[in-house]
């Protein structure tokens, strides 16, 4: 796939859209809670994947129904045509919003853990997603906390130049400016930063009247 691809407009001229006859407070009452996406930012390293797992595992564990949407994973397949360039990075963060946005619209409670450096993708995020529903997460564990975790290595392939585009060696990481929460994950335990998502999130943990 190229750029010019992943760019290609719809021609909307042909499409139509569909209203569902069950309203978004209708499945909030169905499953006890209102929906929202949990959007954890930061660099590889920073406990991204980890916080996610287990803060929809407390989630469920507490009634709710939740769903993590993974970098890794979802680079396994939605977005396994695209590469790591700016251009592509921005159409991968499109892609996982409007997914978000989606399983928001089925009532279901997002983690999603993305590197996303860049500002102007995570601002496109919470527009596709919807404001009210958009918490943005920062995980602010520094370069080094993070580089001396690195079970997979990349760092040091980064370092050697055997990784292009690398987010906090050969590409910028634009930290949040005005997230929702901000979480040390070098120094916090998951425990506790999961305690800290839950505090923020328990408006949405009910449903709507």
């Known amino acids: 796939m190229t750029t010019s691809s992943v760019k290609a407009p719809t021609d909307a ?39 996610a797992y287990a803060l929809e595992k407390q989630l469920v564990n507490d009634g ?49 853990a993305f590197i996303s ?14 404001t009210e529903r958009f918490l943005e997460v920062h995980l602010n564990a520094n370069i080094a906390v993070c580089e001396s975790r690195d079970p997979k290595g990349l760092y040091k392939k980064a370092r050697e130049g055997l990784i ?13 400016e005005n997230p929702e929460l901000h979480i040390d994950s070098g120094n916090l335990s998951i425990a506790e930063s999961v305690a800290h998502i839950m505090n923020r999130l328990a408006p949405y943990l009910h449903a709507a009247a």
């Open 13 to 51: 001229r042909n499409l139509g859209s569909h209203n569902s006859h069950v309203t978004s407070g209708d499945r909030a009452r169905l499953l006890g809670h209102r929906p929202a996406t949990v959007w954890l930012t930061g660099l590889s390293g920073s406990g991204k994947s980890t916080l």
């Open 64 to 112: 709710h129904l939740a769903y993590v949407l993974d970098g890794d994973n979802i680079r396994h397949g939605l977005s396994k045509d695209i590469g790591f360039s700016p251009e592509y990075r921005h159409e991968n963060i499109r892609r996982i919003a409007e997914v978000a946005k989606l399983f928001n619209d089925a009532g279901v409670l997002v983690i999603a």
């Open 117 to 130: 450096p860049y500002h102007r993708d995570r601002a496109m995020a919470r527009e596709i997603v919807g």
């Open 164 to 176: 292009n585009d690398f987010t906090g060696v050969s590409a910028p990481y634009e930290v949040p």
